[in-house]
């Protein structure tokens, strides 16, 4: 079984630092794509960054610039150092991962979401 779990979200104040952690456990023979998506109340989940394998980075247009997402291939774990943090990044959240388990395709994992509070 394949698990993801998050870490490192909290309160902080505008203009502060968070780092998000994402580490995946269990059967794993591969990772490719791995995210991270926010929900805030009463709006839609949105992508906020994403990593491939190799490294290849895409961000919202809304964070380009503030936060920066990497990994860690051989602790199967992600990053989201997020830096100049505003109100409106308050949001839980989550992680996503293409994982290969133990058969020939790549499912889609969520973890269990961090909240992450900016006071203004």
């Known amino acids: 079984q394949v698990q993801l779990v998050e870490s490192g979200g909290g309160l902080v104040q505008a203009g502060g630092s968070l780092r998000l952690s994402c580490a995946a456990s269990?059967?794993?023979?591969?990772?490719?794509?791995m995210a991270w998506y926010r929900e805030a109340p009463g709006e839609q989940r949105e992508r906020v960054a994403r990593i491939t394998s190799d490294g290849s980075t895409v961000y919202a247009d809304s964070v380009k610039g503030r936060f920066t997402i990497s990994r860690d291939n051989a602790k199967n774990t992600a990053y989201l150092q997020m830096n100049s943090l505003k109100a409106e990044d308050t949001a839980v959240y989550y992680c996503?991962?293409?994982?290969?388990?133990?058969?020939?395709?790549?499912?889609?994992?969520w973890g269990q979401g961090t909240q992450v509070t900016v006071s203004s």
């Open positions: 996503n991962a293409a994982i290969k388990s133990s058969g020939p395709y790549y499912f889609s994992y």
């Open positions: 269990g059967t794993i023979f591969s990772i490719n794509v």
